[in-house]
Every structure is written in C-alpha cells, then in structure tokens.
C-alpha cells in the first residue's frame, strides 16, 4: 500500500490485453512485454495492421509459454468492449487479464466552428468511449473473479490537463478519462486492482500522422514548442511508470510540469520533484498561456480571411 514498501509489476507470464496494439503506442507497449514474457492479446479494427503486429510478436519471443493472439472488434461502444474482452478470455478459461492497457484512440483536431454534431459526438467516442467501455468490462470481470494485483492502464494525453484551440472535440474526452482514471483508482481498491493513466504528449505514430490531415496551423504551430517522441520512447515510459507503480504517469518535462499543476487528489510518484515542478508551473504555465493567447490574437486577421475563403460568413 505505501510506495516505499510496494513490489515492483513484473510482466513475466502474465496475460496482458492491449486494445489498439496494432499501431503506435500500443504495438510499441506490446513489443516491450513480449520481450518481458508476457502472454499478449491485441484488439484494433483493421484485420491486415493486427496480422502484422502479431507477426512482429512472435519474433520477438521469449518463451513457448507465451500466447499471442489479435482480434479485430471496434471498442466504442459497452457491446462491442465485453465482445472483445470475452474473445480476449477464451484462450485463457474465461479468465480475466492480469493487465489491460487501454490504448485505442483517435483524434480529429479543427476549429469548433467548423465542426458539426457528429464531430463532436466522435469526438467523444474516440478519445472517451473508446477505452472507457473496456476499462468497464475490464473491472467487473476483474471484480466477479477476485483478480487482486490486476492492473487497468488508460492512456489519456497532455491534453487530459490542459488545452487550447483546434482540440475542442477530443481534449474533453480526454480530461474525461482522467476522472474516470482518479475515481477507479478509489474504488478498485475494494478489489486489490491497481489503476493507472498514462499522459503522453507528442509522439510521432500512424495516429500522428493522421490527425495532421484536418490540424489547423495554429495548433500546429502552438504544439511545435513540444519536441515530440518515438512511439518506442513514449511505450518505455508507460512501461517505467506502471512498473513503478504511479498512479498518473508522464514521460516528459512539459506534460510533468501540467500534472504537477493541476493535481487534484491523484497519489504522487515523487514528492521532492513534484514539490518543485508545482513551483515551475505556478509561474512557467501563466507565462507560456499569455504568449499562446498573443499567438491566437495575433492569427485573427489570417483566421477571418481562411473562414471568407471556406464561404463560412456567406
Ligand atoms: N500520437 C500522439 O501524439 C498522441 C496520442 N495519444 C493517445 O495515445 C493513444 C495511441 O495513439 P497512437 O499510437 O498515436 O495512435 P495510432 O493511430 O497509431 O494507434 C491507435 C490504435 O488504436 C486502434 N483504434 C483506434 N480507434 C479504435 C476503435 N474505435 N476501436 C478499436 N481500435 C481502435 C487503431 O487500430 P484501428 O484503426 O485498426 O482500429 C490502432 O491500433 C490514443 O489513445 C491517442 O489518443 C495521446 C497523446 C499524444
Ligand atoms: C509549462 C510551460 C511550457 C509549456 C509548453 C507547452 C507546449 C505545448 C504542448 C502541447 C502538447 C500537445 C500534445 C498533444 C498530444 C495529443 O494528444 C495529440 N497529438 C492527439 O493525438
């Protein structure tokens, strides 16, 4: 119960669920538990990604002991979650996962303006329901079988603790996942089942890639400040941090200043450092949102002009 005393998670012939472990992220996750050991399950929709991240799987075995298997089911609503969970468990006697990483998701950044109601309404879908669902069927399976020591990872972003223009459809389900993270984190305990969320900022994957389709300039060019990482760096740093057994995990400077700042009742990693990035931010986070806000001001003038363009005011 207190940190100082707590084991270290080891993955080792354990059975961890991935859900959007074919791609970026969660094929990063997997690579690394599957040189720990780990029996790993993969659940994403497109069936030729999952054959070829299962394939890479098996190169990268330790042991005849372990199992891998893929299976494609969308995960945004509570149906098609309990399907995948269920078809994840057969191999195993309908057992639960010893851990589930939550990895599955999406965004679409525009201006709210431009958005219609659908967008918001998938908005919501993939950044929440995504993982929500099988963080739910997860935790009653968990719960019914008295599966203590089990682990629920979320993968929220720096976009669960902040945001700003271009992400109005998806940093909300992402600030979502974080209350959904701190309120399990409370009442799984019942059961011995550690929850954990994960706030990664930038990191350069086939998702990345995808949501630079529809990202307005100004997103583009506040993000910029951000370096960015290789989904195989940001996946180590989940790793370290569920390893270690933190209850918010971040894997980089600015995202760790975001989190020392805006806390809330979430169990501290470390006491000392976050003591002195709560001091950063108090004074870094105002500073860098008034120059974000002069940036935003300053972009009227070329915004208005892209909206006439677009036919937006006839
Ligand atoms: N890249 C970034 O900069 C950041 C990403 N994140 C978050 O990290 C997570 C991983 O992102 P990333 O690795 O970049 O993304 P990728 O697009 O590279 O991978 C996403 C994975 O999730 C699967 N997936 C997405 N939506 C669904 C769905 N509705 N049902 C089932 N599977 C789904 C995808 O497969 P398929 O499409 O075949 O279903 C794929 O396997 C996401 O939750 C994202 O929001 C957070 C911060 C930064
Ligand atoms: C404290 C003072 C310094 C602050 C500097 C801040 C720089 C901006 C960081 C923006 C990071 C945005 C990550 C988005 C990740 C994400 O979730 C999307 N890519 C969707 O996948």
Not at 222 to 244: C, F, H, M, W
Not at 262 to 275: D, F
């Amino acid at each position: 119960m207190f940190g100082l005393f707590s084991k270290k998670w080891n993955p080792d012939g354990k059975h961890v669920y991935i859900t959007g472990g074919s791609s970026g992220l969660g094929l990063c996750l997997a690579h690394i538990l599957a040189k720990k050991g780990a029996s790993i399950s993969i659940v994403a929709r497109n069936q030729t990604k999952l054959d070829e991240a299962l394939v890479s799987l098996e190169a990268l075995r330790v042991s005849p002991a372990q199992k891998f298997a893929a299976y494609s089911h969308a995960l945004a609503t509570a149906p098609e979650a309990v399907a995948a969970l269920d078809a994840v468990c057969a191999p195993y006697g309908g057992e639960a996962p010893d851990a589930v990483f939550t990895c599955a998701g999406s965004s679409k950044p525009m201006f709210l303006v431009e958005m219609e109601e659908q967008d918001l309404v998938e908005g919501m879908s993939n950044a929440y329901w995504a993982q929500a669902w099988t963080a739910w069927a997860s935790a009653k399976k968990m719960a019914k079988t008295h599966k203590a020591g089990a682990k629920i990872v979320l993968v929220s972003s720096t976009l669960g603790y902040m945001s700003f223009v271009g992400w109005a459809s998806y940093s909300p389900g992402k600030h979502a996942l974080r209350g959904l993270a701190d309120a399990l984190h409370s009442e799984l305990m019942l059961y011995g089942i550690d929850v954990h969320i994960y706030f990664p900022a930038t990191m350069y994957t086939p998702g990345f890639e995808e949501e630079g389709k529809t990202k307005p300039q100004i997103t583009r060019t506040i993000e910029s400040t951000d370096e960015g990482v290789t989904p195989e760096q940001a996946a180590q740093a989940l790793y370290k941090g569920v390893v270690n057994g933190n209850a918010h995990i971040t894997g980089d400077l600015i995202t760790s200043l975001f989190s020392a700042g805006t806390r809330g009742a979430a169990p501290r990693s470390n006491w000392l450092l976050e003591a002195v990035y709560d001091m950063v931010a108090f004074i870094a986070i105002p500073i860098w949102r008034s120059s974000v806000d002069k940036q935003v001001v300053a972009h009227r003038a070329e915004h208005q002009e892209y909206l006439t363009q677009k036919g937006y005011f006839s």
